[in-house]
């Protein structure tokens, strides 16, 4: 399942860059990643910001074929929560 390649590497990253506070992306009925306490895990919990977001956009996002302010306008992700979290993302992605 592609989610959970996205979680072990999302992992690697946190192990050597830290992300504060809780970030979950959404992606129905494919499941959840939540970016919390310097991990990342499927367990689905309450976040500080939720990024719904389709499996398949979600691996664009993380690859850099989908840019998130494009994301966003087209709808193809939805940002519910504090956004600044969101915006720190990039960081760990970049």
Do not use: Q
């Not at 989908?66 to 956004?83: A, E, I, W, Y």
């Amino acid at each position: 399942m592609a989610l959970d390649r996205i979680t072990e590497k999302m992992r690697e990253k946190l192990a050597v860059t830290p992300f504060s506070g809780s970030l979950k992306f959404d992606c129905g009925e494919a499941g959840v990643i939540v970016l919390a306490d310097g991990t990342a895990s499927r367990d689905d919990r309450a976040a500080d910001c939720t990024i719904k977001i389709t499996e398949d956009n979600l691996v664009k996002l993380l690859t850099g074929k989908l840019n998130p302010m494009t994301g966003v306008v087209t709808g193809k992700l939805k940002v519910s929560g504090d956004p600044t979290v969101a915006m720190k993302l990039a960081k760990l992605i970049g």
